[in-house]
């Protein structure tokens, strides 16, 4: 076996490693995600309840506030499921068929577009928690419009609140020591809302507590608005996250680094273009690098090697192109004047 062919043949190993690796992560995400849409159910259902039992608008905010959280876990956890497709069939396209080595790079960049459908989940995930905000608000001010609807809410709301919290709490703390266990971005993020959730259970606990204490009729319907407006925000936030990543958006500060640790490497002359992409939860890289115009193709081969390993070893990044422009200073008029 040449040198060349042991290359390539490590080559596709690793890429069936990475992917494995992957695929296990997105794997234990998943099955980690039943514990939160249980939780999110068991807390929805209790508090909505409760809040129908105690007359509690802030309760009964929070629990469309958890709502939200069925409805963008379970959506996730389709993305996760799709993304854990390996077939090469994949929206009505199949890849050709033969050696898996000659379409390595195809099936690459199929895997890509199926890690995207975390990031198209947690889009349409963002939509429903802005439509569940907007109806949450509406109440509330409603509520304050009319003054025959203020009520003191039940202390029985007290406890629905109490337990939302502690639950919460838990599956934020399972959420993050998990996510950081897999590197997980899914569940890292998802960890950040399970403590703001747990945050707004603990506010509408206050809330109703305050109502309760003072006697005041007004406090509960105001307070709904601002769960309304928190879920809103949130809503808003993942939205514009999502949206810049689908649309290549990436930052400028990483991508400054990445172009300072090529151009460091020996026979680099500069970096001409260089664009990172999020695919999911992994980082793809695509870099156009200047070297001297007699570099063989064999030691520019080698080159774009090393920089692949030099990226994903510093940066996790799991796939490095390059392409290659002949440095001007390194040939003349002469150099270019034949015909192909």
């Not at 309840?49 to 469309?64: G, M, N, V």
Request: charged share 20%; aromatic share 10%.
């Amino acid at each position: 076996m040449t040198k060349f062919k042991r290359h390539t043949t490590e080559e596709m190993n690793n890429w069936e490693k990475t992917q494995a690796n992957e695929l296990a992560k997105i794997r234990a995400s998943q099955h980690h995600l039943i514990y939160n849409l249980v939780a999110y159910i068991v807390i929805s259902i209790i508090e909505y309840w409760l809040a129908e039992i105690s007359k509690s608008q802030t309760l009964r905010a929070d629990a469309f506030n958890n709502l939200s959280g069925i409805i963008s876990t379970f959506l996730l956890m389709m993305g996760l499921h799709i993304a854990q497709d390996v077939d090469d069939d994949i929206i009505g396209a199949r890849l050709p068929s033969g050696n898996y080595q000659a379409h390595m790079g195809s099936d690459q960049r199929v895997q890509f577009v199926r890690w995207r459908y975390e990031t198209i989940f947690s889009l349409v995930t963002a939509v429903v928690m802005v439509a569940i905000a907007l109806s949450v608000i509406i109440d509330g001010i409603k509520s304050l419009l009319n003054p025959a609807s203020r009520v003191v809410p039940q202390p029985v709301a007290l406890i629905g609140a109490g337990i939302a919290s502690v639950i919460m709490l838990v599956v934020w703390y399972m959420n993050r020591q998990t996510g950081l266990k897999l590197k997980n971005a899914a569940l890292l993020a998802s960890a950040q809302d399970s403590l703001s959730d747990a945050f707004t259970s603990i506010g509408t606990l206050i809330s109703i507590g305050g109502a309760l204490l003072f006697n005041l009729r007004w406090l509960d319907g105001a307070t709904s608005i601002v769960v309304g407006f928190f879920i809103l925000y949130s809503g808003l936030k993942i939205f514009f996250e999502s949206s810049l990543n689908l649309t290549d958006y990436f930052d400028p500060r990483a991508e400054q680094e990445y172009r300072q640790t090529i151009t460091n490497i020996p026979h680099v002359v500069k970096v001409v273009e260089l664009k990172a992409h999020y695919n999911g939860n992994v980082v793809t890289l695509d870099a156009s690098v200047m070297v001297n115009a007699k570099m063989t193709i064999l030691k520019s081969f080698q080159l774009s090697e090393h920089i692949e390993n030099v990226m994903r070893e510093k940066f996790g990044i799991i796939d490095t192109d390059i392409s290659f422009v002949p440095d001007p200073h390194s040939f003349s008029d002469k150099d270019i004047s034949g015909e192909f």
